[in-house]
Nanobody
Framework: QVQLVEFGGGLVQAGGSLRLSCAAS????????MGWFRQAPGLEREFVAA????????YYADSVKGRFTISKDNAKNTVYLQMNSLKPEDTAVYYC????????????????WGQGTQVTVSS
């Protein structure tokens, strides 16, 4: 398995930006599609974005399309989530995930999870 550690969460005002990072170690990072999920209190964990193992094909949830950008740096074993135009409804714990690109349709395609990082957007 690959081990994942997230960085970059915090408190930001609505309309602001944050960048999350996820550093991977362990098995070959290059072979994994990477993604981000989020979970707000009382709600199920939901898909946010994913990127193919090559780093060339991104996928986004409709709720973040046009505002969030996912990228993957295989040389640094790191995946990023740039979040712009943040809204209060983006408030959640954000989790990094490693698996296959199919994770966008189900968490069963996630092989490894990070510990999560809190993102809070104030209105």
């Amino acid at each position: 398995q690959v081990q994942l550690v997230e960085f970059g969460g915090g408190l930001v005002q609505a309309g602001g930006s944050l960048r999350l990072s996820c550093a991977a170690s362990g098995r070959t990072f290059d072979n994994y599609a990477m993604g981000w999920f989020r979970q707000a209190p009382g709600l199920e964990r939901e898909f946010v974005a994913a990127i193919s193992w090559t780093g060339r094909i991104p996928y986004y949830a409709d709720s973040v399309k046009g505002r969030f950008t996912i990228s993957k740096d295989n040389a640094k074993n790191t995946v990023y989530l740039q979040m712009n135009s943040l809204k209060p409804e983006d408030t959640a714990v954000y989790y990094c995930a490693a698996g296959t690109s199919a994770m966008r349709v189900g968490v069963q395609f996630v092989h490894s999870w990070g510990q999560g990082t809190q993102v809070t957007v104030s209105s």
